[in-house]
């Protein structure tokens, strides 16, 4: 969903997860006593951690009324944890003394915050956000599949009152509240540079999407829909994540409604996707999860289950999927080396089709309605509707009501597609469910990071030749 979509969900903030230390290095007393505290908080987390991945994959469909009583409780446990006299204690004392590594004092400042960000927040209140959230999911899923929004609105709106009133806890210096949600996953980000960012790309995509529509090269895809086995297109995920680097010794691949990734530490990490009748919506999916657990399972020996182990942002995450799925998968010279066997896994579906239609069909510029189906081109606009309706819904100007109809009108206007029901519409997307105000605009981020990542790449490296060699492991 990328990390999700998550990349490790948390119902009230961006991921933290704590040092185990390393045996036998020198640590400062506080610091040496502050690790018991993140040990403890880090195993709470861990399982609801575990619980969120378990819920999107395996878990049994009645199982989420009950098992969002055992996370309500593990959240007070975890908020516990966070907040309790010793840890303030610790954390002060290490700030105080100082004489921390580099990654010591990363952690003291990002546990810190988070002490900082929980410990507003009335305890019960964060309990039942937490069940609430764990229900919500499910709440969700079953208005989707009934393309009912109606049975979803008043869980929604449940959400979206505590996410406003826990950034109101937070509040300082009169920031705006969806500010405060938007820092969560970008830090240091506002609608201040967002509305640019995204009044640029808005300004510069929609006339020149108009102009692709009218003026392009009509291209035949047809080919990419149709009699796709799903035990097949298993095979084609596993080789694909393989391939770009995703290590399966130190991770799995499964199936959910949505794909995302979650990560326990660098030996744990999990991606998902899903199989639908178009081969290339798994393919690509397959390759932008693969590029979040690349990046986890990059993260350093010494510094995995540490706060300063984690992604440096959600931005960043999407750039390292992005940048594999877009940069890299949507490349000609990603497929010369592995066409074949693709090829050889579906002689009936592609053997007729070259390697030129074949690359062209999967770059085909389509205006649609699903986000993680999207182009390259359009897919920015999908995050524009969200970004818009998200600051509206959090400064109170549009009700969870009046919802489905903004949706299909910014669709009508952005994309110039008619929205048919709100399971293709409003109701696609799981993040709300999941009180995550503020993601959606990583996703854009990501992509231009991914871009500049890429440009400061090729000076040093000739990126298309070792592509075209197969040699992804530079990169
Ligand atoms: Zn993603």
Request: glycine residues 8%; aromatic residues 10%.
């Amino acid at each position: 969903m990328g990390a999700r979509f998550s990349h490790v969900s948390s119902p009230i903030t961006v991921p933290v997860s704590w040092t185990v230390g390393q045996e036998g290095e020198k640590m400062s007393k506080p610091y040496q006593e502050l690790k018991t505290y993140m040990d403890k908080a880090m195993a709470i987390k861990t399982a609801m951690t575990l619980f969120e991945w378990d819920n999107e994959t395996l878990a049994p469909k009645e199982a989420g009324e009950l098992t969002s009583q055992v996370i309500g409780v593990l959240s007070g446990e975890y908020f516990e944890a966070v907040t309790c006299d010793g840890m303030k204690k610790l954390l002060k004392e290490c700030r105080e003394q100082g004489g921390l590594t580099e990654a010591e004092a990363a952690n003291v400042r990002e546990l810190s915050e988070e002490l900082e960000q929980t410990i507003c927040i009335p305890q019960e209140e964060y309990q039942e956000f937490a069940r609430l959230t764990a229900r919500a999911t499910s709440v969700w899923a079953r208005a989707k599949k009934d393309q009912d929004f109606e049975a979803f609105a008043p869980t929604l709106e449940k959400v979206i009152g505590f996410q406003k009133k826990f950034a109101g806890y937070r509040a300082k210096d009169g920031k705006k509240t969806y500010d405060i949600m938007l820092d969560d996953y970008e830090k240091g980000f506002s609608m201040e540079n967002l509305d640019e960012f995204f009044g640029l790309l808005k300004k510069e995509l929609v006339p020149f999407l108009k102009k692709v529509m009218e003026e392009g090269k009509k291209i035949e895809d047809g080919f990419l829909k149709g009699d796709y086995p799903e035990e097949k297109q298993e095979e084609l995920a596993r080789f694909l994540a393989g391939y770009v680097g995703f290590d399966f010794d130190c991770g799995v691949m499964a199936v959910s409604a949505h794909p995302f990734t979650t990560n326990l530490h660098n030996k744990d990490v999990r991606i998902t996707t899903h199989y639908t009748d178009s081969v290339d919506s798994s393919l690509f999916s397959v390759i932008h999860e693969a590029g979040h657990g690349i990046y986890e399972l990059g993260i350093r020996d010494d510094l995995t289950l540490t706060p300063a182990g984690q992604g440096a942002s959600m931005g960043m995450h999407e750039s390292q999927s992005r940048f594999f799925e877009n940069i890299i998968g949507r490349n000609r010279a990603f497929w010369v080396p592995i066409y074949k066997k693709v090829q050889e896994m579906f002689p009936g579906q592609l053997g007729q089709v070259d390697l030129d239609r074949f690359v062209e069909a999967i770059n085909k510029v389509t205006p649609g309605l699903i986000r993680t189906e999207a182009d390259e081109l359009t897919y920015s606009m999908h995050i524009m509707v969200r970004y818009a309706l998200e600051k509206q819904l959090i400064a109170g100007t549009l009700s969870t009501k009046e919802l489905p109809a903004a949706w299909n009108a910014l669709y009508r206007e952005y994309l110039g597609v008619d929205v048919p029901d709100d399971t293709r519409g409003v109701l696609q997307d799981s993040h709300w469910s999941g009180g995550m105000f503020g993601y959606f605009p990583s996703y854009s981020i990501g992509s231009a990071y991914a871009s500049q990542i890429y440009a400061a790449m090729e000076k040093e490296l000739a990126v298309p030749t070792l592509v075209e060699k197969g040699e992804l492991a530079p990169i």
